[in-house]
């Protein structure tokens, strides 16, 4: 049998510097992972403090991206929250002219690629730039690009 009391001021006090050693590196992940993203919005064009509000935060990306304000109901779907989520922080990755490696660090190391994406050199190029809407220069089979051996207007006279 245990001799400890569980409503004892010591187990009370280790209890609470538990939390409390938790707690702090949180809020400190927190607090730069906000930061970053206040420098992402104002890239966009966006108030920075928008960051700051809990659902407006998400309406403000929306908006970022280019995608249509009622997606923030699919952000409260379980399950679909994830998949929404995931795609909205890749269309945001894209904006900036980021490829999906970068999506995937958003996503798992936010608090590292969010300041980086907010205070580094990245430019905001648009709602999910040109890439993400299928008009990327560098692609071979986009019909604008002269380079595309199959887009042959002029066929060959016999």
Known sequence: MNNYDSNSPAAVEAIMAFIGAMLIPIIVI???????????????????????????????????????????????????????IIWTVNLLSKSFGQTEGFTVGLVLLG????????????????????????MNPNNPFNQANNNNPF????????
Do not use: D, H
């Open 111 to 134: 608090f590292v690629f969010y300041p980086i994406l907010g205070f580094g050199t990245y430019q905001y190029l648009g709602p999910s730039a040109a890439e993400a809407r299928g």
């Open 30 to 84: 927190a607090v730069i992972t906000l930061i970053g993203k206040w420098k992402i919005y104002e890239k966009a064009g966006k108030p920075g403090w928008a960051a700051l509000i809990p659902v407006y935060t998400w309406i403000v990306m929306l908006e970022i991206v280019g995608k249509p304000i009622w997606w923030i109901f699919l952000f409260f779907i379980p399950c679909v929250n994830i998949v929404f």
């Open 151 to 158: 887009n042959n207007r002029n066929p060959p006279q016999p």
